[in-house]
């Protein structure tokens, strides 16, 4: 079947600009997560969305980020007045449910600069 | 809070040979998953093996296997017979407890030699 989907794959923006991203997860799961990888570094947690439940935002790094899930499906992270530090890959991911031992199923990314 | 840390920035192995890479974490959770993950210059972060802490037996997959020391809270994972296809970054991670989200490592950048 199909896997994360996410777009655009690139995007360039400029300073203080807003930019949306958007990811498709794989059908039927009910967990979504939001990564982000800086050059070099590992992933870090972002922002988690399980069913209808309240997402867990602990990992966003300011209020410029936010991000929506409608039901199970499509969901989309918003980040305002880009920063240059803002620039690095946004992973998302799914799961069958939201327990720790499910594996995540991983989308390519979208590679964010931010001039 | 639970933390990765893999101390091999870089390492490399001639084609059909073996590499060890290393992964230790901490946790004060009884039970949890650890994983490592595969990313190629493609950028998709692919599942390699996964390892639950209260299995005794080692996780296999294929040419890939780890080496579980749950008491010195190490995961080491071993590719034998390496293929050029295996080059890439190559991150461990951690899922436990109330902790449903990935806990990852800084990642090892493995070349294969022709």
């Known amino acids: 079947g199909a896997g994360v989907s996410q777009s655009p794959s690139n995007k360039v923006t400029e300073k203080g600009k807003d930019v949306e991203l958007r990811c498709d997860p794989i059908s039927g799961h009910t967990a979504l997560y939001w990564y982000r990888q800086r050059l070099g570094q590992g992933l870090e947690f972002l922002i988690y969305?399980?069913?209808?439940?309240?997402?867990?935002k602990s990992g966003l790094p300011s209020d410029r980020f936010s991000a929506e899930r409608t039901g199970e499906s499509v969901s989309t992270l918003t980040i305002q007045r880009t920063q240059q530090e803002d620039s690095a890959v946004y992973l998302c991911?799914?799961?069958?449910?939201?327990?720790?031992?499910?594996?995540?199923?991983f989308g390519p990314g979208t590679r964010l600069l931010v001039l | 809070a639970q933390t990765v840390t893999q101390s091999q920035p870089e390492m490399s192995v001639q084609e059909a040979e073996t590499v060890t890479l290393s992964c230790t974490y901490d946790t004060s959770e009884s039970d949890y998953y650890l994983f490592w993950y595969k990313q190629p210059p493609s950028r998709q972060m692919i599942l390699v093996i996964r390892?639950?802490?209260?299995?005794?037996q080692n996780a296999t997959e294929n040419r890939f296997s780890v080496n579980f020391q749950k008491a010195a809270k190490s995961f080491s994972l071993k590719i034998s017979d390496s293929q050029l296809g295996d080059a890439a970054m190559y991150f461990c991670a951690y899922s436990g407890g109330s902790n449903y989200k990935l806990t990852f490592g800084k990642g090892t950048l493995l070349t294969v030699n022709p």
């Open positions: 991911a799914s799961s069958p449910l939201w327990t720790y031992q499910e594996t995540q199923y």
């Open positions: 969305f399980q069913g209808n439940s309240a997402p867990d």
């Open positions: 390892q639950e802490a209260y299995k005794q």
